[in-house]
């Protein structure tokens, strides 16, 4: 199913794109994005930026096939990385990688995705299984993209709600996705439940001038079948 809503905001839309798997729902941002992103500048370098993008996905799977046929597997490998491996992140400034956040919460050795399993497990009901990657104390430059992930079972599958400040689309949007998709399908597993819904809510969806013509030729590749 394709929806997509639109409300006003200080500048263009704020869209939701609501698509059945992760890959429709990354070209489809995408493809706004160079269609009616406004011109800014992020880090020191140029974007094209949308406000307020909610990507809302009713089979995300982490295997997607779109993901696997057009993205770039140098950058699915790095965010892979950054998921996995609590080692430092180079490219971040040495800043703590997602991985270590996640399951190292403050270098306190508390693991986050176990305390969600166990607070869903001890009740389904519960609406505040949240964690966040921010880590107030350590985080005194960088900043991470994702921020916050809500875990929650408001049928019988498990949903999980997240919230970035920004990401951007053009290279690392879809390895995010990939990411989230795996996290939400292990917790689900773990509950020995259905993986439900992925929605992710963006602050700042853009693409970097640099990574325009790589997202064209996606967009173009997947057109063309």
Request: glycine residues 6%; proline residues 4%; contains cysteine.
């Amino acid at each position: 199913m394709t929806i997509e809503s639109r409300t006003g905001t200080a500048f263009g839309v704020a869209s939701t794109f609501t698509r059945r798997t992760i890959g429709e729902a990354w070209l489809a941002v995408a493809e706004r994005i160079l269609e009616a992103g406004r011109t800014s500048h992020y880090d020191g370098l140029a974007i094209l930026e949308i406000a307020q993008a909610t990507l809302d996905v009713s089979e995300p799977d982490p295997d997607d096939p779109v993901i696997a046929r057009l993205a770039d597997p140098g950058r699915l490998e790095w965010m892979r990385r950054n998921f996995v491996d609590p080692e430092r992140v180079a490219d971040l400034g040495d800043a703590r990688s997602y991985a270590s956040r996640l399951h190292d919460y403050g270098e306190t050795g508390r693991d986050q995705l176990d305390w969600v399993v166990e607070r869903l497990r001890d009740d389904p009901s519960s609406r505040s299984a949240t964690i966040t990657t921010f880590e107030p104390l350590l985080d005194t430059s960088y900043i991470p993209c994702v921020s916050m992930l809500d875990f929650w079972i408001p049928e019988q599958a498990v949903d999980l709600v997240v919230y970035a400040h920004s990401i951007d689309f053009g290279a690392k949007g879809y390895a995010n996705l990939v990411q989230l998709a795996e996290l939400q399908a292990a917790v689900a597993s773990a509950l020995a439940r259905p993986v439900g819904r992925l929605t992710f809510i963006v602050k700042s969806a853009h693409i970097y001038d640099t990574d325009a013509a790589f997202m064209r030729e996606a967009l173009a590749q997947a057109s063309a079948g």
